[in-house]
């Protein structure tokens, strides 16, 4: 059975119990460590899952931020350095990355509250996280206020690629699945995902057809 929520049934539930209602509403989401420093390179770490694809040339992804009501680090690193990284959440350590949403002291780095380690390349001005198995390097291209609720859209200019050579396809597609990554439905419940099949261009005048199947009983 599928029942009816709408905007006035949507208005009048409690503030919490919406956030967790709404946030379940775009289902799967990546689970991304988002680090970042101060002047001082002192890091910061913080969990988001907002992030997407704008585009592939130039190399672009998104994020958004929520307002900065609060003092936010991530979002005052980010626009005081120009750089921060994106490192994918192994599903090996949902728990640690779950932790960096807490409210510590902007004395406290996350990396040591929580049990990561910062890893710093040459010639890039922000921390990656080294227990990460697919690390993203970006240059803020652009940051900007949405008006409909005061969060912040940031978009990055990709600098920086860390991962396994040998999960890049030949058509350059990165096999997510051999990495054992974690994804996050609303605000706090961690999944494994389970791969189904990679499918061949959609051209109108052919039927859906896959080019390689997932053993699906992982
Ligand atoms: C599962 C999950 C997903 C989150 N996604 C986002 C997000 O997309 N954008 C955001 O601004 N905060 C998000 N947060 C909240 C931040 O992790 C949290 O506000 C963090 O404390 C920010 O760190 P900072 O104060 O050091 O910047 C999320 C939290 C959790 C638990």
Redesign the pocket.
């Known amino acids: 059975m599928t029942n009816l929520f709408d905007s006035g049934v949507i208005n009048d539930m409690p503030q919490r119990y919406r956030a967790n209602f709404i946030?379940s509403l775009s289902g799967y989401?990546s689970?991304n460590l988002?680090g970042?420093c101060d002047a001082n390179r002192h890091t910061?770490?913080?969990?988001?899952?907002?992030?997407f694809h704008v585009g592939a040339n130039p190399p672009l992804m998104g994020?958004?931020?929520?307002p900065h009501t609060?003092?936010?680090?991530?979002?005052?690193?980010i626009k005081e350095q120009g750089y921060y990284t994106i490192n994918a959440v192994p599903v090996s350590m949902y728990m640690q990355?779950?932790q960096?949403?807490?409210?510590?002291n902007?004395e406290q780095s996350?990396f040591d509250q929580c049990g990561f380690t910062p890893c710093w390349q040459e010639g890039f001005a922000a921390p990656f996280v080294k227990e990460s198995p697919m690390r993203v390097g970006l240059r803020v291209e652009d940051t900007q206020r949405i008006d409909a609720n005061q969060?912040?859209l940031v978009i990055g200019r990709i600098e920086q690629v860390w991962l396994d050579s040998n999960v890049i396809e030949d058509d350059g597609t990165v096999d997510i699945s051999q990495l054992s990554l974690a994804c996050?439905s609303?605000?706090?419940t961690?999944h494994k995902a389970n791969p189904l099949a990679k499918m061949a261009y959609a051209k109108p005048d052919k039927a859906p057809s896959q080019i390689k199947l997932f053993n699906t009983d992982q």
């Open positions: 946030n989401k689970a988002i970042t910061n770490l913080a969990i988001v899952t907002s992030v994020m958004i931020m929520r609060v003092t936010r680090d991530t979002l005052g690193n990355a779950h960096t949403s807490a409210r510590y902007p996350e969060t912040e996050v609303g605000l706090d961690y």
